[in-house]
């Protein structure tokens, strides 16, 4: 039995969550693989109620789960989710693009992974105004990066890809930060070499993202590139809609869709609930692989099989050409489970 916190969020957020507790319900009913659910209020709604954006109780189940997913919340995400970065070291961010048939994609052969550190950079909110001036600093430090270099050269080891590792850095301009992150790569990729590596400016990273996004494998990023970047690719396959994403520590994991709140469309019924399902994939792959678990590894093949078969047929919500509501589309793929 695993235990699972849900962010239900704001927005479309309570509308893509029952969308997943009603595959996950699925899978417990079916597959041989049991989920306890506990349904958790963060964002803009507990900010109203409780005062706090990430009220105690909240931060509490969720150390006390296996694993956290979380809808997308409002204005206070970042009083959400940059704080659980923080208190949990989440250090990874994981942004898969993956072309889906029957999705507005540039290339119809695109897989690849951005491998994002999550917990430094300019996103550490270190900034203040001195005799009109703003100034905010960039930390990068060694053990992060060679942290989250590891973590990236141990995901093309497992990946079925061009086995490939790009860093994504602007080390030309900023010597000391991105030139640090880029000589910490370069180091760790000599302890993999069966792994390619090369490295690549970030300007010219985002130009071949459009050019030739099908030449790419891992990507490992600084967190400001790297929020950038992961976006980018989002679109590059068809948009957001299709868009999952994973923060991954030592010990615990938090799964999330990309996408905002999306409040112009919350309520009508019409949200595409794919990134959360495919986030849902992913924390099913991290369950199975810290937990030992073949069982979960078999159901997220399963899962992520049944989002291609869907959108295969031609089955889409609004938002990616198609006429189904998130209810009908997620009927959809709880029949091909």
């Excluded at 130009?207 to 490992?220: G, K, T």
Aim: glycine content about 8%; hydrophobic content about 40%; some cysteine.
């Amino acid at each position: 039995m695993y235990k699972i916190s849900l962010i239900t969020g704001d927005g479309i957020g309570p509308e893509l969550s029952e969308s997943v507790v009603s595959v996950l319900n699925t899978i417990h009913d079916r597959c041989d693989l049991k989920f306890e659910i506990q349904k958790l209020l963060a964002g803009d709604i507990a900010l109203k109620q409780h005062g706090k954006a990430l009220p105690d109780p909240t931060l509490a189940a969720i150390k006390n789960s296996d694993v956290c997913m979380k809808a997308p919340v409002g204005e206070s995400a970042a009083d959400v989710i940059v704080v659980l970065r923080r208190l949990l070291n989440l250090y990874a961010n994981i942004r898969p693009a993956k072309s889906y048939p029957g999705m507005n994609s540039l290339k119809n052969d695109i897989d690849m992974v951005i491998v994002r550190e999550n917990t430094e950079d300019l996103y550490t909110g270190q900034e203040f105004e001195l005799n009109g001036a703003a100034v905010a600093f960039r930390i990068i430090t060694e053990k992060a990066s060679e942290k989250i270099a590891k973590y990236a050269f141990e995901t093309a080891k497992i990946r079925n890809g061009k086995k490939r590792v790009t860093c994504v850095h602007k080390s030309n301009v900023m010597r000391k930060t991105d030139g640090l992150f880029s000589r910490v790569c370069a180091s760790v990729a000599k302890s993999y070499p069966e792994i390619k590596y090369d490295e690549m400016y970030v300007d010219a990273c985002a130009m071949n993202l459009i050019r030739r996004p099908e030449s790419f494998d891992v990507i490992v990023t600084t967190n400001l590139f790297g929020d950038i970047l992961s976006d980018e690719s989002s679109e590059v396959v068809g948009g957001l809609g299709m868009a999952p994403a994973a923060n991954i520590g030592d010990n615990f994991a938090l799964f999330e869709p990309v996408h905002g709140a999306a409040f112009d469309i919350a309520g009508k019924g019409i949200a595409n609930p794919s990134s959360f399902i495919l986030s849902a994939k992913m924390m099913l792959e991290w369950l199975g692989k810290t937990h030992n678990d073949r069982k979960c590894f078999e159901v997220a093949q399963k899962l992520e099989s049944a989002v291609y078969g869907v959108v295969n047929k031609g089955i889409k919500t609004q938002d990616i050409g198609g006429t189904k509501t998130t209810l009908d589309f997620t009927k959809e793929i709880i029949s091909l489970l």
